[in-house]
């Protein structure tokens, strides 16, 4: 059974840091490109970020480049958003999700992506 399990979300005032984990199991988890999405109150969940399966490939949406890392730890199964710079826009629920292992260009769709986590929440305020 694959499960993807987020941590690290919260409150923090504008212009602060947080880091966001996502704890992978029951998949071969270097096997999977991965990602993070977002969704805000009212609003369809949207793409920030993928790495790929090394780690070495990354591509951002443009609302967070520059402002947010992602990476991963193939050996702990874990993968990371690093958050900077954060603004009261980027409030929302924060899932991770793995896959597809197949592709041409960069996947920024939901149903793109094969497993996803239950979300954590990240709160920013002014």
């Known amino acids: 059974q694959v499960r993807l399990v987020e941590s690290g979300g919260g409150l923090v005032q504008a212009g602060g840091s947080l880091r966001l984990s996502c704890a992978a199991s029951?998949?071969?988890?270097?096997?999977?490109?991965m990602a993070w999405f977002r969704q805000a109150p009212g609003k369809e969940r949207e793409f920030v970020a993928h790495i790929g399966r090394s780690g070495s490939s990354t591509y951002y949406a443009e609302s967070v480049k520059g402002r947010f890392t992602i990476s991963r730890d193939n050996a702990k199964n874990t993968l990371y958003l690093q958050m900077n710079s954060l603004k009261p826009d980027d409030t929302a629920v924060y899932y991770c999700?793995?896959?597809?292992?197949?592709?041409?260009?960069?996947?920024?769709?939901?149903?793109?992506?094969?497993?996803w986590g239950q979300g954590t929440q990240v709160t920013v305020s002014l």
């Open positions: 029951g998949l071969t988890f270097s096997s999977y490109p």
């Open positions: 999700a793995a896959g597809p292992q197949g592709y041409r260009s960069v996947p920024t769709l939901r149903h793109q992506y094969d497993y």
